[in-house]
């Protein structure tokens, strides 16, 4: 079982729309979570971070939490094809900040 | 404007060659992280640094070498021991757990 589990996609939405992007985590001693926008040929932005179980909101984004099921997801409202990336889910291991990174969901926002 | 500056952002070398890739980085951060990112997958963790002079071992350690001998700068070493080279490297740093990282603009390695 990989430590971070996410669909890799592709994800299409329409303009518009709600892209909703999930995350899945093995270790239970998890206690940070990000999201990371990539777009093709660039480096991880950090675009999202969550510590507690619920939701958080930032604009068009919405993280949520729920350790229990140890998921994370990313809701994106009103998809613009701007948002048209890789988006990677990393979460805290251990000691030292070390962060484990999902394989990435590539979405695609079609006008 | 604080950042990290990778460089260079593209590298060609020929096979049995080491090569030495550069990451600085200006915003004041203690700790430093090597990933390397291949076709479809995510990014996995060569070697981090928390503090000067210190460095651990990642995930996939094996054929690259580090140092940390100032604060603002960790460079990469990737040797001819390193089985599959090309890659995409990315260098970050982080000041807290809770803040994540800042990423560089990465370096593109590809061995000829």
């Known amino acids: 079982q990989k430590e971070v589990e996410q669909n890799s996609g592709p994800l299409s939405v329409p303009e518009g729309a709600i892209a909703s992007l999930n995350c899945t985590y093995s270790?239970?001693?998890?206690?940070?979570f990000f999201w990371y926008r990539q777009y093709s040929g660039k480096s991880p932005e950090l675009i999202m971070f969550?510590?507690?179980?619920g939701d958080k909101e930032d604009g068009r984004f919405t993280a949520q939490l729920n350790k229990a099921s140890q998921y994370v997801s990313l809701l994106i409202r009103d998809s613009q094809p701007s948002d048209s990336a890789t988006y990677l889910c990393?979460?805290?291991?251990?000691?030292?900040?070390?962060?484990?990174f999902g394989a990435g969901t590539i979405l695609r926002v079609k006008s | 404007d604080g950042g990290i500056t990778q460089s260079p952002k593209y590298l060609f070398r020929k096979e049995g060659q080491n090569v030495t890739l550069s990451c600085e980085q200006n915003?004041?951060?203690?700790?430093m992280y090597w990933y390397r990112q291949d076709p479809g997958q995510g990014l996995r963790l060569i070697y981090y640094?928390?503090?000067?002079?210190?460095?651990q071992k990642g995930d996939i350690a094996e054929g690259y070498s580090v140092s940390r001998e100032k604060k603002e700068s960790f460079p990469l070493t990737v040797t001819s021991a390193q089985k599959n080279p090309t890659a995409f490297y990315l260098c970050?740093?982080?000041?807290?757990?809770?803040?994540?990282?800042?990423f560089g603009s990465g370096t593109r390695l590809t061995i000829v």
């Open positions: 270790d239970r001693g998890s206690q940070s």
């Open positions: 969550i510590y507690s179980n």
């Open positions: 915003l004041n951060h203690d700790a």
């Open positions: 990393a979460v805290n291991r251990g000691k030292g900040n070390k962060l484990v």
């Open positions: 970050a740093s982080g000041q807290a757990p809770s803040y994540g990282y800042t």
């Open positions: 640094s928390q503090i000067v002079n210190d460095f």
